[in-house]
């Protein structure tokens, strides 16, 4: 059996008396994309920046690509990681183009100005290129970054995630601002490049019948993973409360996508999914 | 004009106030990019004021000057740096904690000074044509030792102020190089108090980049246009002080926010122009 990209053993991360992740385990294949989702608070978020070596959790094992993620190995396996976290509400004011925001994805940008200067420009521009190919943002590389709309800016930081060709890519609601055609494009795009490239996803999202038809599985977390639904499962009524309480109703599926079993009380909010 | 010219750059004291003020004027355009990309306006305040603790220490126990000042300035930006680790104090109420005490222990140690020992208003507004051949040496090491760091950090340092997260997820060392771009600034402040002062640093440190600000689009374009309008108010304005007998630094301080006004009303006036 290959070795998973990702091996969290029994992590447990804030206190002791109101841990954010408690006794989490899990683990993800290459070319695996994997759906994360749960309410609020339920420490998604949290579980993406410990896996970016972000934030160090306070038990537990982590293993990235077989290697164990410590202070000293981070910054060696943080060179097959993309990451994008939440949008930020407060924008960065720095007069910079697309291009260049995407080019900070290259270890070759962050590097003293010598080696900068003696960079192979031909395949950045390249590998640039082909990022924002891949978002459809080639057309404004030229732009300055502050001035694209929310949903634009989402598509260039995803590019910056992708242009270094990452073998793991951490997603944190990478559909924020955009729109629902530019939506179903991202997780065709993620699809794609699990099956063609090998490059595993984790991707946290709220709307879980968005990407239903995309994931390879759904992890639904509540401070540990409570149920793991693969391909053509029923995530059970009683996970959905558990996660959500009452407020969720639903659902049909097919063994092309994970669906839940249906919910007989009725509920002022309701997640539809189909 | 050719006469002006000729007698400003031929006058002893301008020759040797001449290097000096070429090199900070280079520092300050580099590093105010920095400020304004980190939004560190407000340490480069508290950082300034409390190196009046360096100089009143230096003073009272005999010490050089602006050694013991830059010591002190790295200490404190080195402090404020680990401040956001330390739960209930943000850096913005450290700087002003900080700034305020270090700038009383300051202002008794110079008070119990002899006063012909400090050049109080030297040291408030700062004095480039008083420079010694002392100091010249030490802003001369000092400015290769910020440029060298730029040369290093500049490109991660500007990662890191545009998404600070990213950067460390994708390697960069961020809490580290944090420390060192606090204490080169807390460096360059004190290179800068002997230009403009413990009061006008800030503008020196703040103003060049807030001028490109309008028109660069890359970091390098903005820091080419950096220099040229330090370059350019930094001269100018030690015109300025030489015609008028002004102080210097004030000078220079001055014809950096008429380049500022200069720079934003052009930037105004083109925005509109392209809307019509």
Known sequence: MSTPVVHLSHIRFGSDKKPVLDNLSLDVNAGHFMGIIGP????????????????????GHIDLFGKCLNQNTRLKLSKDLGYLHQAQSKQPDIPLSVYDVVAMGLSSYNTSLFRYMLRNRKQEKEQVCHALDLVEMTAHQHADFRQLSGGQQQRVRLARALVREPKLLLLDEPSAALDSRHQEKLYQL???????????????????????????????????????????????????????????????HDASCIGCAPVSHSSDHEHHHD | MIDFLSSF?????????????????????????????????????????????GLGLAVTLSLPLLPTAAITAIIIALLLAAMPNRQGI??????????????????????NANSYEVDLFGLLFGNILTVSEQDSRW???????????????????????????????????????????????????????????????TGLLVLPAACAWFWGRSMFSLWALSLSFSL???????????QYDWPSGAAIILMLCVLFMLSWLSSWLKQQLSEV
């Open chain 2, 9 to 53: 750059f031929s006058s002893p004291v301008m020759q040797a106030a001449f290097w000096p003020a070429l090199l900070i004027a280079v520092l300050t355009s580099s590093m105010s990019m920095m400020v304004l990309a980190h939004r560190l306006s407000f340490l480069t305040v508290g950082v300034s004021h409390a190196s009046l603790a």
């Open chain 2, 90 to 111: 943000n850096e913005d109420t450290g700087t002003g904690v900080l700034f305020a005490g270090s700038m009383a222990l300051g202002v008794i140690l110079i008070s």
């Open chain 2, 139 to 201: 802003i001369t090491w000092g400015s290769l030792f910020v440029l060298l760091s730029l040369i290093m950090w500049a490109k991660s340092w500007w990662s890191m102020a545009f998404d600070m997260v990213t950067a460390k997820a994708s390697g960069i060392a961020t809490a580290r190089l944090r420390l060192i771009l606090y204490g080169v600034m807390g460096l360059t402040v004190v290179m800068c108090v002997k230009l403009a002062g413990i009061v006008l640093t």
């Open chain 1, 40 to 59: 609020n608070g339920a420490g998604k978020s949290t579980l993406l920046s410990i896996i970016a070596g972000l934030n160090k959790p306070s038990a």
């Open chain 1, 190 to 252: 993620l699809r794609k490049l699990c099956d063609e490239k090998g490059m595993t996803v984790l991707m946290v999202e709220h709307d879980i019948a968005a990407i239903t038809s995309y994931v390879d599985s759904v992890a639904c977390l509540n401070k540990n993973i409570h149920y793991h639904a693969k391909k053509g499962d029923t995530i059970p009524d009683e996970v959905w409360r558990e996660m959500y309480g009452d407020h969720v109703n639903i659902v049909a």
């Open chain 2, 232 to 242: 350019t108010g930094t001269f100018a304005g030690l015109m300025w002080s030489y």
